[in-house]
């Protein structure tokens, strides 16, 4: 069994996979030694944890549960021969492969953002060195500036992610610039959590952030790198600080394998995570269409455990059964305080897994024991993930 | 006593291990209900832990006996919308389901 690709999906899988079947061989490959999360990374671009709580080492862990830890880049398959092709000219064959590429971006989508100008406004989406360097253009943010970000359309990786980034940028600057302003430009009309989140600019940071919907402003029209402007239909902006979240689709080793549809994400099956373009390889976390299940670190855990269950129970014939998923997702609205929402899914009439429910936070919640709450669940995560 | 193992317990004594460190609850009911309690529990490890162990305040699941675990999950059920995690969870259970996790996730449960 091979693992392409090391983050939550990738690495839970292979875990949960040992734990029901300890006789199976694994090997997870990726094309990083270590991991940079993105859970919590908020919190390192507003200056309230440091850069380097962020990294992690899978390998160690892996090991200790005798599971083989490969550091390379997969730039090929032979589906006939079952066999993956390294960077390094490598090979690593596999009876059965598991796809987590992840997240890549839609370079093309943006007129004038493109990855080098990624360097000059940072999305920080994926985390590492562009998580740093956001966090320094905040922190030399001019007095009284302008923090500006831009959100793109459903779907896309963490959905209120966004908006916790924004609180948390809020919490720091009401602390040492206050007269400064967040913009957030978003593609869309509503967002998750949204009532938690306005509420909270008003309670805490009242002014200082500002929402404009699709509705109102409409789309990014182009971005000039070299007058740092956003222009839109009717405005044209001049951020300090510009954070563009780029339009998205799945990491490119789901196109090296073949796996990616004319929505740029991997169609499966929604009980086995096969991919409906190459039946031999699963594909589970953020690069898959999995229904109404959103994009995060904790559904792709749940992922995960499902699509080991029913690859064990496939070796045996056995048709598996249909998970049931859960989403339960924290962001943080400032230092102490979070909210939460809760979804369940399940397959009901279609062939994907539908909403079941789907319940926010009300302002009966107590917003500092959620904290609580946020942190021990991130524990957990990385706990069971990097087994740290 | 004889005890029917689960298909994926099945997978691995077929893959040649003996599974000994696996607990007696884990056999307590026919393959195919274990199997869908499985399923119906993946998304629980995200708050409880892989082996059901809790982190925090986020209480372990692995110390309940079975009663209790049902008992408490039925209340979560029932209750009118209120500031709890779980209440928002375990309206997607039926009665059938919580009884099938129980199985599987409680301490104690009868074979």
Redesign the interface.
């Known amino acids: 069994m091979v693992v392409a690709g090391g983050g939550f999906a990738g690495l839970n899988f292979a875990h949960a996979l040992k734990d029901l079947a300890p006789a199976i061989d694994i090997t997870v490959i990726d094309q990083n030694p270590h991991y940079v999360r993105c859970p919590g990374s908020n919190q390192v671009i507003a200056g309230f944890k440091p850069m380097e709580s962020l990294i992690h080492y899978p390998a160690e862990s892996l090991k200790r549960k005798g599971i083989r830890f490969h550091h390379g880049t997969i730039t090929g398959i032979d589906p006939h021969q079952r066999l993956l092709h390294l960077e390094s000219g490598t090979q690593i064959r596999f009876d059965r492969l598991i796809a987590a590429p992840g997240i890549d971006f839609r370079w093309d989508k943006i007129e004038g953002y493109g990855k080098p100008q990624s360097l000059i406004f940072p999305h920080a989406w994926q985390a590492g060195t562009q998580t740093r360097l956001l966090r320094d253009q905040l922190a030399a943010l001019p007095d009284g500036g302008l923090f500006m970000m831009t959100v793109p359309g459903n779907p896309y990786r963490c959905p209120p992610g966004p908006y916790e980034r924004a609180s948390l940028i809020a919490a720091r600057l009401k602390q040492v610039n206050p007269r400064a302003k967040i913009l957030i430009l978003d593609a869309k009309t509503k967002f998750s959590k949204e009532k938690g989140f306005k509420a909270a600019w008003t309670s805490l940071y009242s002014g200082m952030v500002e929402w404009i919907s699709f509705e109102t402003e409409g789309e990014i029209d182009h971005i000039e790198v070299e007058h740092r402007v956003v222009a839109t239909a009717f405005n044209r902006y001049h951020p300090d600080v510009l954070n563009v979240i780029p339009p998205q689709k799945a990491g490119k080793l789901a196109e090296v394998l073949g796996l990616t549809d004319d929505s740029g994400w991997c169609p499966v099956d929604p009980v086995t995570f096969q991919s409906l373009k190459s039946p031999m390889i699963h594909v589970i976390g953020d690069a898959s269409s999995y229904g109404a299940v959103p994009k995060s670190a904790f559904a792709a855990q749940t992922e995960a455990r499902a699509c080991a269950l029913a690859i064990c129970l496939t070796l045996l014939d056995t048709p598996p059964p249909v998970p049931r998923v859960i989403n339960h997702c924290y962001s943080l609205i400032s230092p102490e305080k979070a909210i939460s929402v809760t979804g369940v899914y399940g397959v009901k009439k279609g062939p994907l897994p539908e909403t079941l429910s789907l319940t926010e936070s009300s302002p009966e919640n107590d917003q500092n024991l959620e904290y609580q709450q946020a942190m021990d669940w991130l524990d957990l995560l990385i706990r069971s993930t990097f087994g740290t | 006593m004889r005890r029917k193992p689960s ?2 317990e ?3 004594i ?4 003996l ?1 000994a460190s696996f607990s007696l609850k884990v056999f307590a009911a026919p393959s195919a209900e274990i ?2 309690a ?10 409880h ?2 082996h059901y162990e809790g ?4 209480p372990p699941l692995s110390t309940l006996d079975r009663e209790t675990f049902i008992q408490r999950f039925e209340a979560y059920r029932r209750m009118a ?3 709890s ?1 779980m209440h ?2 375990a ?3 039926s009665p059938e389901e919580i009884r099938l996790m129980a199985d599987l996730i409680a301490k104690g449960s009868p074979p």
């Open positions: 298909n994926i099945r997978a691995s077929i893959t040649g291990i599974i199997e869908k499985r399923a119906l529990t993946v998304g629980c490890l995200g708050c832990g892989a982190q925090g305040g986020l919308p209120t500031p995690v928002r969870i309206q997607n259970y």
